[in-house]
């Protein structure tokens, strides 16, 4: 019933930068935690970033000093900014909440290329 809708995401040259968003349908998107994941084609999906209800982020070392998760309460979104993009973060990203939800949105695409 909760809508993940990702967007953002594009080809992209290495060294380039982008801002994928994820707009919820979460009517108490405050009290969660969210979380950006990322599947590359034929590949399992791995964790990305995380902020907390009160704000606090954490990040997966491969992201780390490049990536940083932010949210809206009052827009339900949550965003992840990409700098120094590389080709290994070639994927499609997702979010969601923290506990998961037994569905995911569609995703969004993000290639890097060199």
């Known amino acids: 019933q909760v809508q993940l809708v990702e967007s953002g995401g594009s080809l992209v040259q290495f060294g380039g930068s982008l801002r994928l968003s994820c707009a919820t349908s979460?009517?108490?998107?405050?009290?969660?935690?969210w979380a950006w994941y990322r599947q590359p084609t034929g590949k399992r999906r791995e964790w990305v970033a995380t902020?907390?209800?009160?704000?606090?982020?954490a990040y997966s070392a491969s992201v780390k000093g490049r990536f940083s998760i932010s949210k809206d309460n009052a827009k339900n979104t949550v965003y992840l900014q990409m700098n120094s993009l590389k080709p290994e973060d070639t994927a499609a990203y997702y979010c969601?909440?923290?506990?998961?939800?037994?569905?995911w949105g569609q995703g969004t695409q993000v290639t890097v290329s060199s």
């Open positions: 969601n909440r923290l506990p998961n939800y037994g569905d």
């Open positions: 979460e009517s108490k998107f405050d009290i969660y935690g």
């Open positions: 902020i907390t209800s009160p704000g606090a982020t």
